[in-house]
């Protein structure tokens, strides 16, 4: 790394988060509007599941106001803190070791070997870079996780020719859609399939036919913008924010670059570190222990790899200590983001009117046809998503009151397995609540009307595919 002091290519401008943080705000409002006018309900929770026909009214019970206006700070002590804590030590060190990466050439190292490689078929390196994520999170629920991989699919789209977008698409967008096309995922299908009573991966031969629609829906949809983009790059939603981006990307020296022994060096330390955080992910499947062990590893390994990197291409230890904190500084304003967006789910549940908004849902469902009730079912998980963006979280919340209703209504419960994951993985790119969206369009600071008008034509076809796909269940009533 050279002596002069640069700025992360990927950081947040102050633009872009004041526009998010004022629509979070908006809806934390909002929020708050309906735990005043909503009747605060609970029913009975043992280790986590909702006990069935134990659902009262808190007749003297009402959120005080002064906990909503304060929510930003008391969200920090509640138990919402602790992932979104996890997703603010992560966002933190991508941010101070990307920068070390981007400085020492080895970022460049991987995009001119990529490019080498690939520059006459780089549509087969984008079918397999989206398939294999696709399948990473359909298997393992691979999904903070992707926050490490947002840069460099980013960096590497730009050296192909695309924009940030299609980096995006990649990356996030891949790793969110394999949740809707889960095939062994333990956050949703074990879960679900567990509290419906059913055996663990049944019914597994439909959930691969979702998986190859939902795959085959992505591709297209990548590869008809990306054309696009080669052939009229003005055409590109975010063509003049990636303007700079270029510039940094620029491999003019790309063969002095991969000549480079150091760089060269570094580049094989941080793979290697990225590669091990592969044997905790696999682990994490293998035990079922959800994300306990990939996360923290992810965000060691990848600081490890990061500051190996700069040290096999010569810098000192002050120099990397510098560059890490500028790294730091560049992406912090994800912090406040990540706290209001805790704020909305912890005003929420100290309002006690989830269970009250369950418990109507339940008393609908029983008075109506299987092939409403399925979409009554995606159309509640769709909303439950908006604050509760866990997928185990909502399963605890929802299955144990809808299973028991299915049997009645003639709706098989393996459908309702399906489409818990339809709904949850659908929705997860969908609304500004979810913590990882908004920080990855705040990378390439893109507005979330722009990340809409972008998205819109692919949330379309994959919602068309998965309502196909529903009343195909309950037609043949799948089991």
């Known amino acids: 790394m050279d002596n002069e002091k640069k700025e992360s290519a990927l950081k947040l401008d102050a633009k872009t988060v004041s526009a998010i943080v004022g629509l979070l705000i908006i809806i934390l409002g909002v929020v708050g509007v309906l735990t005043q006018t909503v009747t605060p309900g609970e029913y009975e929770v043992v ?53 070390i990466l981007e400085q020492c050439g080895v970022l460049k190292f991987i995009m001119a070997t990529l490019i080498k490689k690939f520059s006459h078929k780089k549509y087969a390196l984008m079918a397999v870079v989206t398939f294999v994520l696709m399948a990473l999170s359909s298997t393992a629920g691979v999904l903070e996780e992707s926050l490490t991989l947002i840069p460099i699919a980013v960096a590497v789209s730009l050296a192909m020719g695309w924009d940030s977008l299609v980096g995006l698409g990649m990356s996030i967008v891949s790793i969110a859609w394999g949740f809707t096309a889960a095939t062994f995922n333990p956050f949703n299908v074990v879960t679900v399939q567990k509290l419906s009573g059913l055996e663990v991966f049944s019914g597994t031969w439909l959930r691969f036919i979702v998986f190859v629609g939902v795959y085959l829906i992505l591709f297209f949809f990548l590869y008809t ?71 923290p590893a992810m965000a060691i390994l990848f600081t490890t790899g990061g500051i190996l990197a700069g040290y096999f291409t010569g810098s000192n230890a002050k120099k990397l200590l510098n560059t890490f904190i500028d790294g730091v500084k560049a992406i912090s304003p994800a912090v406040l983001l990540i706290i209001f967006v805790i704020a909305i ?21 029983q008075g109506i046809s299987p092939y409403a009730a399925i979409f009554l079912v995606l159309g509640v998980i769709a909303l439950l998503e908006f604050v509760v963006s866990s997928g ?88």
Request: glycine share 8%; with cysteine.
């Open 225 to 295: 913008y990306a054309k696009k983009i080669e052939k009229n790059p003005k055409a590109s939603l975010v063509y003049e924010s990636d303007l700079e981006l270029r510039k940094k990307y620029s491999l003019d020296d790309a063969e002095a670059v991969l000549n480079d022994d150091n760089i060269r060096k570094g580049t094989k330390a941080y793979l290697t570190c990225m590669l091990i955080d592969i044997v905790f992910i696999v682990l994490d499947f293998v035990l079922g222990t959800g994300g306990a062990l990939s996360l």
């Open 345 to 365: 789910a912890y005003v929420l549940d100290e309002g006690k009117i989830m269970h009250t908004i369950l418990y109507h849902f339940s008393n609908i469902m």
């Open 47 to 99: 280790d986590g599941t909702i006990i069935d026909g134990t659902y009262h009214i808190l007749e003297d019970y009402k959120l005080p106001v002064w906990k909503i206006l304060f929510s930003p700070i008391m969200c920090l002590s509640s138990s919402h803190a602790g992932t979104g804590v996890l997703i603010i030590l992560l966002i933190v060190l991508i941010g101070g070791s990307f920068l």
């Open 392 to 479: 185990t979280a909502k399963a605890f919340l929802i299955i144990p009151l809808v299973a028991p209703l299915a049997d009645l209504i003639g709706l098989s419960k393996q459908s309702v397995v399906t489409t818990f994951c339809i709904a949850d993985g659908f929705t997860n790119l969908l609304y500004p609540t979810n913590g990882l969206m908004i920080i990855a369009i705040g990378l390439i600071n893109v507005s979330y009307g722009k990340w809409l008008k972008w998205t819109w034509k692919l949330f379309l076809g994959e919602f068309i595919f998965s309502a196909l796909i529903m009343l195909l269940m309950v037609a043949i009533n799948y089991k």
